[in-house]
Every structure is written in C-alpha cells, then in structure tokens.
C-alpha cells in the first residue's frame, strides 16, 4: 500500500489492486486525499455540555417547584425544617417561571438541545469515518450547527413567555417549526446524504442506516404533527381536532422516543462502543437485525392505535405480539453491545469511558423492558397520568442517552483536543456521581408514581373512594419528590464535573490542530461483477412471460436487496417507506372514517370567550399538571364524574388531554365550583387549598383579554372548519365575549369579589373551565349547527 | 359528497389487519436475507469498518510528514 501514498491520483487497476484488502465489492477508482472536519464536532460537542448544564439546571427548578410550597410550612413539633427553602418561593408566583411553562423548557431543553446535540457530534464524527469522506459541504454544517442553537434559544425565550402549541415535546410555535424543518431536513438531511453519495466506502455500515432512519422519520414527524393554521405570529391551531390531534400527537410522541432517542443513539453505541473496547461489535448480523425490527416493529408496537380503533381481538393480540417482540430485537442490540466487550471486561475497571457505556446500554435494556410492559392495557391502567411514566423516562433520557453521551464525549475529547484528558479520576467521580443520582432518582419516583395510582383506585369497605381529596395523593409524593431533588443535584454535580474537565483539556490543546490528510479510492458507480445475470427459463413463452420470469428470478435472489443496501437513496426510500406505510395505515382509519368518533349532538362550538379562555390555558401549560380525559374505570368515574367519550373533543384545537396528573382531572370542572372560588383559587390556591402544589397565577387577574386576539381565534377555527356561522362577523365575537365576560364579573362581584375584572384573562379562563364537561348533559339543539350529519352518539 | 364519505365507504378498516402480517413477512424476510451464510465473509468485513479510518497520508502538521497506516 505503501506505493499510492504519495499520489493524491493513480489509475483505477492500481488503486483497485492496492485496495484488495478493503474487500469492497465493485470496482474502484483511482485513489483520492482527504481530511475530516473535526472543528464541527468539537463545536457540537461543546454545545452539548452547555445545553446537558441548562436542561438539568431547568429540571432540578421545576422539581424544586413542585415541594416548595408544601415543604416550607411543613411542620414538626413547632418547628419547620425546610424553612429554608422559602426564598425559592419566586418560583411558585413569578409568571415566567410557572411549572406549567418551564417543564417544557426541560424536555425540550434535555431532548433538543442536549440529546440533539449530541447526536450531532456523534453524526458528524462517525459518518465522515465510516464514509471515508469529509462532510459534503462544510457550509451545510456549520449552517446546521447555527440554525440549530438559534432554534434552541428562540425555544429558551418564547417558552417561559407563554408562546407555545400544547402539544406535549411540540411545544414550539409554528415560526420556530419551520426554521427546524428548514435545519433538519434542508440542511443536515441533505449534507448527510450527500455524504453518503460522495462515500469511499462501498458498505454503508449500520450506524449510518440508524442515522438515515433517524433524519427522514424525524422530518416526517415532525412535518404532519405540526400542520397548523397560523392565527398571529405566535399562535396557531392544529388542522386536526380532538382524537384525531391525540392520534397525531402521540403517534409523534411514541416515534420520536424510536427515532430522536433511540436509533441515533444505537448508531452512537455500533460506532463508538468498538471504537472504545478496539474490537468489532459482537455480531454484526444481529446489529442489521436490530436495525430492520426497530424500522418495521417500533411504529406497530404504539399502543394508542389499538385504544381508539375497532380492531378485532385477534389484530389487537397480533400489535401486543408486536410490542413482545420488541423485547427480542432490543434485548439482542442491548447484549450485541455488551457483548462487544468480550475479553476486554478487566478494561472496565480503569476505564470510564467503558463503565458509562456499559450502564448506558445496562439502561436501554431496561427501558426497553419496561417501555412495552406499560403498554400492556392492565398495566397501564394503573401506570397512566402517574409519575410511573416519569421515572420510565428518566431511566431511559438520563441512563441511557445521558450515559451514551457522556461515554462519547470522554472518548472524543482528547481526539479532538489533541491532548490527554485533563482528568480521568474526574471522570470516574462523574461516573459514580451520576448513577448514585440516578438511582436516588428512579427509584423514589417509581415508588410514588405506583402509589399515586393506588391511591387513586382505592376504595373502603363501603365503596367509596378512601382518598376522595386529590390533594391528599399528592401529599404522599412529597418525600419521593424530597429524594428526587437531591438524585437530580448529584447528577447535575457530575454534569459539572464533566464541563470542567472539558474545558481544561481545552486548554491544554494544541496550538493549531493537527489536520491529518487520508487516502481512499473513489468509488465507481455500483456494478457488481458478482450479480448474475439472469437468462429466462421459459424459452417458449411470449416476450410478457420471459421478462415476468426474469423479474421473479431476480425478485427471488434477494440480490436486488444487497444493491439496495449499498445505495443511500434507495436505503432511505426503503425505510422511509417501512415507517411511512405503517403510519398511514395506522392512522388512516381513524382520520377518514366517520364512525370512529361518533358525533355527538349536544356538543357545540365554544364561545368566543371560552376559546380565548382556552388560549389563556394552553399558553400556561396547565396540561402539565391536569388531564382532560376520564377513562372509563370505575375509580375514574367515580372521583370525576362520566367517562370522556371521543365526540366531546370534536371542537379542541389542540386536544388538551394531558399526560399526567399532578392536579385532578378537568373533563368535568364546569359548573363545580363558584366563579369566585375560581377568582381566589388563581390568585393564590393556598387561600382554597392550603396544601395545593398549584403555581399562583395573581397576573392573571391584572393581565387584560385583547379582544382582537380572540377575534382572529375564532376566524381561525372558523376556517378550519368550526361552524361558526355568525360569530366571524365583523366584531361580532368581540361584542359576544365581552357580554358573556360581563356577565361572569357581575357574578364574582355579587358573591363578594373583586370589581373591575370583566376585561381580565381570569374571566376567560374561568369561562372556559365552567364549559368543560358540560355540553353531554344539553339537549341536543333543535335544528343541528353543524353541517355534517350525526352518525350515532354514545349509548 | 365529501373526502370522509369516500374513505368511510372503502372499508379501509381491513388496511390495519393485512399490515400487520404483512409486515411481519417482510420482517421475517430481512431476518432470513441477513443470516444467509453466503453473507458471511462481507459481514465480517462490515463489522470492522468503525475500526478503520482511511490510510493516513500525513499527519497534517507542517514539520511532521509522518507517513504509515491509520488502520487501527
């Protein structure tokens, strides 16, 4: 090899001999320098310790919020331990920094920022490895390294002002939606592929299919869950209602924990695990199995298809085989990787980089585990809206990715420094740290989210509910949310610890950086000498039939399969396809046929104030906390009142469902309480409920309706297909929210509250929360407003 | 007559029900490509490749012309 070295060219029989050892099948061609930027990772991986700092920092904030208020009055024996907390108490009444807007600014921070930027720096290292290729456009990088932390900041601003779109992991409004789609699939989607079509390698290894998988489907989710009709800059509405919206949503949900947080981080363990242990993965057949299952298997194993649509028993039994077999694939990628480290486990022990990888994929097996148990309808019913579900994604986002992360980082440092880590023993305090924190994490909250669910279900000897104040579960968290906070603290220590070391191996670096210049052959385009060549073996049929036999001979060999495999655009049209066919069919039914969500006639439109109420609602996050969804158990409806039933939701843009309970269900709020209990309990729901954990919300009660804003909600919804026959004109809607908000000051006057509220967003909220739940006891209306007839209602 | 009318009247109900064993045939059938033991030298090759990086040239400071493999 040594004779092409210092030829950047040499003709293609000699470059082809000289890369007989690279085994490519197909002809080469002639031998080609090149370098790797390494600068676009060394930034993405800057910027992924700095995020991983915020995202963490955010998290231990709104787990601070949630024991705040109880914890600084609690009580033992004429003494209060946790008084110190009490000048945290901001954090509870300061309107940007609600739990309701900053637990988005977590997940998205902990999901976008932190994972995505990591699995950038492990995209743009790996791939320009694998490829034996430098990125194709050094523009496109860097473009796509700005674009995407101007997107993260522009989410870190809007997010606390109240800017969002309510749907959970989709927050961002609809402007900053199409910078990501711009960045996403316009800029990093098209420089990766690209990459791949200028590769010098003729094998795509696996890590670069988990990539591609990742860059389409996340496009593609991204694209049809956030479809909406912009109202203003900053406000739109989803072009789907109600069911249809929640189908959207988590078929987003459950496919961006597949495809943002596992497929690139299972190209991240095949790239950079034998990377660390300096030998192959395990088996390499396994990884490509693992790659197919979790392409075809992972979009079927969403439980929520089988809730909503009138499968028959033996298909819903066949998705439940589907989310079994989930285990099998990522149970074998799991033990792929730990495997790869066979003959070098003595290595573990010094070594930290290997002991995050191995808790890491230790995690991933866990989760993977648990992810398709709670799937399983019994279990469910017991897990939903509690913190079981919060403890799952922790263990996955802080064991899992987090671990990956971090081993990666620890292992590109001093490569792309060009210089010894700083510190190893800093980096195995950082190990230990963040597991111990971990653990003091998970456990407390499984603990309590499985005891919320009990206590929810519980009932006495006589049948009735045994904790009939909501409250009253919440109280039970607060030491696992005690624990919680000091888990997330040492987690958040270790992160430290990690940007530290970071930085001072950053200053010991190199002047200028070493650019090694490489060499490969070109690649000719694919024919390989191998194929054969099929010849009919129906000699006396029509010209139809022969080429018909040709086909199904080369349809038979699978060999088509193997071209394909070597082909970036055909392997993302392939998998594409596998995602995309699964969707559609999954979702298809439940968007065009009419009988899956049986309209109900007494359920109208709401008001023009009620929809500004909403907007106040969805604009504070109180879906973080509350669900408008009663399932149809019995301990639900006997705490909140009859099951939701899907015609209900025909009019909610966005669906408002929620994911968790840390405050009692909503379905039903209207008519429960007084307007003015309402008043009281915004302003401050210790004055109602001395232990609420709820966010005051005082501005709320200062803060005034702007009239044209409803206005242009209602023109909104009107286009999207409301029947709001009169109200869209001109004015209209303003004058009939202001007489209904009237209406409702004059009654908190009545009962003693305060004047002067009737141009207040308090009225709008409370006007909404009086609707909800109430329209199923109406008479349906004599003539129907809407257009589209009833196809049945509920029996 | 409107785009719902036309999809309720397909009886695309039975759409989610073929899908699945369709695909996992399809499934069944990558699974049987991958282990087919023609496959096997080219396998073991692809598992190596995250242990390449290219022949190295030079290292790319200006003093130092090193020459040599980069294969690990």
């Known amino acids: 090899m040594a004779a092409n070295e210092e030829h950047a060219v040499s003709v293609g029989a000699e470059a082809k001999a000289a890369n007989a050892g690279h085994g490519a099948d197909g002809p080469v061609g002639p031998m080609e320098t090149f370098k790797y930027d390494d600068a676009i990772v060394r930034k993405f991986m800057g910027v992924t310790v700095l995020w991983a700092l915020v995202a963490f920092l955010v ?96 989410a870190a601003l809007s997010l606390p002002l109240g800017l969002t779109q309510g749907k959970e992991y989709a927050e961002l409004i609809w402007p900053i939606d199409l910078l990501i789609a711009l960045v996403w699939a316009g800029v990093f989607g098209t420089n990766y592929f690209m990459t791949l079509r200028v590769r010098r390698e003729r094998h795509m290894y696996v890590a670069l299919w988990f990539y591609a998988a990742t860059i389409i489907t996340v496009a593609m989710l991204h694209v049809f869950n956030s479809l909406a009709l912009p109202a203003s800059l900053t406000r739109s509405y989803p072009v789907y209602a109600g069911v249809q919206d929640a189908m959207i949503q988590w078929w987003y949900g459950h496919n961006a924990v597949a495809f943002f947080l596992t497929t690139p981080f299972l190209g991240l363990m095949y790239y950079f695990m034998p990377k660390a242990a300096g030998r192959p993965v395990y088996s390499y057949r396994l990884s490509i199995i693992h790659f197919w299952s979790l392409i075809f298997i ?28 989930l285990w099998m694939p990522s149970w074998g990628g799991g033990i792929n990787g730990l495997l790869t480290l066979r003959g070098a486990w003595h290595k573990l022990t010094d070594d930290p980089i290997l002991k995050f990888f191995v808790v890491g994929v230790t995690f991933y097996m866990m989760s993977t585990f648990e992810g398709p148990m709670l799937s399983i309808k019994s279990v469910n019913a017991l897990s939903h809206y ?100 000091i888990g997330g603290t040492l987690y958040f220590l270790g992160t430290i610890l990690l940007a530290y070391n970071l930085v001072r191996t950053w200053m010991k670096r190199p002047k200028v950086y070493d650019e090694p210049v490489y060499s490969a052959p070109r690649l000719l385009p694919f024919a390989d000498p191998a194929a054969p060549a099929f010849k009919t073996r129906l000699p006396d049929n029509i010209g139809l039939g022969k080429k018909g036999d040709v086909l199904v001979q080369h349809i038979t060999s699978v060999w088509w399969h193997r071209a394909w495999e070597a082909r970036p655009a055909k392997l993302a049209i392939l998998s594409f396809l596998a995602v995309a066919t699964a969707s559609a069919l999954e979702l298809i039914p439940t968007f065009l046929i009419r009988s899956n969500v049986p309209t109900i006639a007494s359920v109208q439109p709401y008001t023009p104030l009620e929809l500004g109420g909403r907007d106040v609602y969805i604009s504070e996050g109180c879906y973080n906390c509350h669900s408008q969804m009663i399932r149809p158990i019995w301990a639900e409806t006997k705490r909140y009142g009859d099951y939701s039933k899907p015609g209900e939701f025909v009019y909610d843009r966005p669906f408002q469902w929620g994911s968790r309970r840390l405050g009692p269900d909503l379905a039903r709020e209207g008519g429960l309480r007084s307007n003015i209990w309402h008043v009281l309990h915004f302003e401050n729901p210790r004055q109602t409920s001395p232990q609420s954990i ?54 908190i006057v009545a009962a003693g509250g305060p004047a002067g509220l ?4 308090v009225v709008a909220l409370i006007a909404y929360l009086q609707r909800l739940g109430t329209d199923i006891n109406k008479p349906a209306p004599a003539a129907p407003a809407a257009a589209t007839p009833v196809a049945s209602t509920a029996p | 007559m409107r785009l719902t009318d036309v999809m309720s009247n397909l009886g695309l109900g039975i759409y989610p029900i073929l899908a699945l064993p369709l695909f996992i045939g399809v499934f069944v059938g990558v699974v049987m490509r991958v282990s087919k033991r023609s496959r096997r030298s080219e396998l073991h090759r692809a598992g190596g490749l995250p242990l390449e990086e290219g022949e190295l040239v030079s290292r790319g400071t200006a003093c130092e012309q090193a020459s040599g493999s980069g294969r690990a």
């Open chain 1, 694 to 747: 709820m966010p005051a919300y005082p501005h709320l009660l200062k803060d005034e309706i702007v009239w044209e804003e409803i206005d242009r909600s209602v023109l909104t919804h009107a286009m999207l297909g409301v029947p709001y026959p009169k109200e869209v004109r001109d004015g209209l809607s303003t004058q009939l929210a202001q007489t209904q908000a009237k209406a409702i000051a004059d009654d």
């Open chain 1, 386 to 485: 509690t913190d079981w579900t919060i403890a799952h994604v922790h263990a996955g986002a802080l064991g899992w990715n987090g671990f990956l992360a971090f081993g990666m980082i620890y292992w590109l440092l001093p490569r792309l420094y060009q210089t010894p880590l700083f510190s190893k023993k800093l980096a195995e305090w950082h190990f230990w740290l963040a597991t111990l924190g971990i653990l003091l994490y998970i456990i407390p909250i499984y603990f309590g989210g499985i005891t919320q669910g009990l206590m929810w279900r519980a009932f006495d000897q006589t049948g009735t509910l045994q904790y009939p104040d909501f409250v009253e579960t919440v109280m039970r968290l607060m030491p696992f949310y005690g624990i919680r906070v």
């Open chain 1, 298 to 325: 992972y979009i079927w194993a969403g439980p929520h298809h089988l809730h909503y649509t009138a499968l028959p028993a033996w298909a819903s039994t066949l998705g439940m085989l589907f989310s079994v077999m």
């Open chain 1, 758 to 761: 009737e141009n207040k967003q």
């Open chain 1, 59 to 154: 998290g231990l904030i709104v787990a601070l919020e949630l024991i705040v208020p109880v914890a600084t009055t609690y009580e033992v024996a004429g003494f209060r331990p946790f008084a110190f907390l009490a000048p945290l108490s901001f954090l509870v009444d300061t309107k940007w920094l609600t739990f309701g807007r900053l637990r988005p600014l977590h997940t998205n921070a902990a999901i976008f920022a932190f994972a995505g930027n990591a699995i950038f720096a492990a995209i743009y290292y790996s791939t320009q490895r694998l490829c034996k290729a430098r990125m194709w456009s050094d523009k496109l990088s860097n473009l796509h390294f700005w674009g995407w932390q101007l997107i993260i900041v522009l």
